[in-house]
């Protein structure tokens, strides 16, 4: 038996037209040396797709590539991601399923108040599928508590635990992301296929592996890359665990510490990095920080530098400048132990930074903006037309703001 484990491929997550093509034609060459290589089955451990619903380009140019390899008689099984799962709306994983292309593993069911995720028998190989999806906000974690563990563990075969959560063990040092633990995970498996860490683990002894992403086109996943981080997915042949690395790209890390420098120096610092860098066909992540000691970090000609380094041929540019300030709009890393904290703390310090004569104001306005946010968050219903969610959006906004009479009056 051998087969292919790959997650959390993420296509759709990068509208760059360069980095696309790479993204595709990654997805390409994996699943042509799964060909190659002759292997039974392929599984993805989630987050096969960005979103539940992406562009419909990206899925076309997935479906041809998939097709190819099912058209032989082979399956590929997956279980959603955090990323492709919606609990209100369809994914395109069923679309895909309903299709036949794709087959997930692991549906819920119950049997006397347990959880018994569906088992599918592969029938080229007799091998036992079954799983977790992944769920927003790690509520999978629950799902793992009901298991019917007894149940699994009496099956007889090779059998195959696909998921998409972190583990609490696997966690390195400056890592914040909630996980299960490794007992969590149903005991007797030949292979737990994991998902949802964006870096390779390889832990043979308990068989535990995430292969990380095949492909990498955003934040701090592009940095990773560069760093050195190896991205591709594993063939598993005869209980022997093989990582084929298709890393689709070089890059270059830069960091700029903009402490002191004016905003027109810090200009011409990054325009000295631009010219004496090769950045031809590489991916470029420029992480600017600082405190700037004249000038807005709005005088920094960011989209200059960015035209500069494409003209000059590079793959794309991946900005980092979220811990760049300037001393006329200084503000330190907002701080608070929950969301609605922090975004108190940021508006405190973004007005605080404005002159109000009457200290009284700058509550008001504190409170006028959390609100004015909160309600801006509201999202569009499932079959509203744009302009009525825009209008919609419109009237809360002069509601909150207090001027809906004076306007229509
Ligand atoms: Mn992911």
């Known amino acids: 038996m051998k087969f292919a484990h790959m997650s959390d491929i993420h296509l759709g997550a990068t509208t760059e037209p360069r980095l696309r093509e790479l993204e595709i034609s990654t997805l390409n060459r994996a699943f042509q040396i799964c060909m190659d290589r002759d292997v039974d ?26 097709k190819r390899f099912v058209d032989r008689g082979r399956k590929i099984y997956l279980v959603y991601g955090s990323h492709d799962y919606s609990p209100n709306a369809t994914s395109i994983v069923d679309i895909l399923e309903e299709a036949g292309l794709i087959k997930r593993v692991g549906k819920p069911s119950f049997s006397n108040g347990k959880l018994r995720p569906e088992i599918i028998v592969d029938e080229r190989t007799g091998a036992m599928i079954t799983g977790i999806s992944g769920r927003k906000l790690s509520l999978e974690r629950d799902y793992f508590r009901y298991l019917d563990r007894e149940y699994f563990s009496s099956l007889k075969g090779y059998k195959i635990f696909v998921f998409h959560s972190a583990i609490e063990e696997l966690k390195r040092k400056g890592e914040y992301y909630e996980g299960i633990a490794s007992s969590d995970l149903p005991n007797g498996f030949d292979y737990y296929a994991g998902g949802h860490l964006h870096r390779r683990v390889e832990d043979p002894r308990r068989k535990i592996f995430y292969p990380g992403p095949l492909f990498t086109g955003w934040g701090i996943d592009l940095e990773n890359t560069i760093k050195g981080e190896r991205r591709g997915f594993f063939i598993v042949e005869d209980g022997r665990v093989e990582f084929l690395d298709l890393t689709p790209f070089q ?48 005088d920094v000609e960011f989209s200059r530098i960015r035209e500069e380094i494409m003209r000059r041929g590079a793959l794309y540019l991946h900005l980092n400048r979220s811990q760049l300030r300037s001393k006329e709009f200084e503000s330190s890393t907002p701080i608070g132990e929950d969301i609605q904290k922090i975004e108190e703390n940021i508006f405190k310090e973004a007005v605080s930074n404005r002159k109000f004569s009457e200290s009284k104001l700058i509550n008001e306005v504190v409170a006028l903006s959390r609100a004015l946010f909160n309600q801006l968050k509201v999202q569009k219903k499932e079959g509203e037309r744009e302009a009525d969610y825009e209008k919609r959006m419109e009237e809360i906004a002069l509601e909150v703001l207090g001027i809906k009479d004076l306007l229509s009056g």
């Open 41 to 66: 089955f392929i599984i993805i451990s989630g987050d096969l797709f960005h979103v539940n619903i992406p562009d419909l380009f990206i899925v076309k140019e997935a479906v041809k590539i998939m």
């Open 251 to 298: 890059g270059i890390y830069k960091e700029i510490d903009a402490t002191g420098l004016s905003a027109f120096e810090l200009n011409s610092k990054i325009k000295n990095f631009i010219e004496n860098t090769d950045v031809r066909d590489k991916v470029i992540v420029l992480k600017v920080f600082g405190v700037l000691s004249r000038g807005k970090t709005s």
